[in-house]
């Protein structure tokens, strides 16, 4: 297991699922974690099994990652709790609505905000500290952001875009020593879906898809990466492509 001892790590929607499962990943690793969502209950709850099951120093950062000011007013509060930001995960990400034709404005742009947006204000906030400590950014990305997905096309439009920001950014931020990385989960059990039906942690029985846990290794395997050699991994169902993508 790599360590991160003495770093200091952003995980945005890290009030449940896959978040919540990366800062129990990198506080087990050492590292100090700051963790950003909209629900301050669930944040605290989080900060404080965190600190009794490791020791981990903790910020707790309530606010909507689709404002701007949410993650300029996180990233200062972390650094200057802290004195650094090290790693940054830009999770939090949402699923609305299915064919293009019945799509609302609001399931729409709640995508687009929360997907796209949300994931560019973080990392524009985060990159001139990233820069400094020359840290590492990951990108939770999508099976949907590399595949076409019919039942979904704007869904799986701004996963995509997330991960071609992601290497982008990569390409412009590499020679001053910031790592990017994507992780590309398919289906996750988690609350996911649960604002347009059953959630997936209740779709889906345990052991037929992919856990929140095993999404968080990858996710502190990238952060743990010096040079950050792990510039994508895709953790994919063995059945997912004996069906329709």
């Known amino acids: 297991m790599g360590t991160l001892d003495d770093t200091t790590a952003l995980v945005t929607g890290a009030s449940s699922g896959i978040g919540e499962a990366t800062a129990h990943a990198l506080a087990e690793r050492g590292a100090n974690v700051a963790l950003l969502a909209r629900r301050r209950e669930a944040l605290e709850a989080v900060a404080q ?23 300029e007013t996180a990233t200062e509060a972390v650094t200057e709790r802290f004195g650094g930001l090290d790693v940054v995960v830009a999770n939090a990400g949402v699923g609305r609505g299915s064919d293009v034709e019945t799509m609302t404005d609001e399931e729409y742009f709640t995508m687009q905000e929360t997907n796209v ?6 990392t524009r906030a985060a990159l001139p500290y990233l820069t400094e400590s020359e840290g590492t950014l990951v990108v939770v990305g999508s099976f949907a952001g590399q595949f076409p997905r019919s039942f979904n096309p704007v869904y799986a439009a701004t996963k995509w875009w997330a991960r071609g920001f992601a290497h982008s950014v990569a390409a412009q931020v ?31 029985e345990p052991g037929t898809v992919t856990e929140p846990e095993e999404v968080a290794e990858a ?27």
Request: no cysteine; glycine share 8%.
């Open 49 to 71: 099994r965190l600190e009794a099951d490791y020791d981990a120093r903790t910020i707790v950062v309530d606010g909507d990652v689709r404002e701007r000011e949410t993650s």
């Open 117 to 122: 947006d949300g994931t560019f204000f973080l």
């Open 174 to 204: 590499g020679d001053e020593g910031v790592a990017v990385s994507v992780v590309n989960p398919s289906e996750v059990r988690t609350e996911f879906g649960s604002e347009d039906g059953q959630p997936f942690e209740e779709r889906f």
């Open 219 to 245: 996710i502190a395997f990238a952060a743990t990466r010096e040079g950050s050699s792990a510039q994508e991994i895709d953790l994919y169902r063995r059945d997912k492509f004996a069906e329709n993508l």
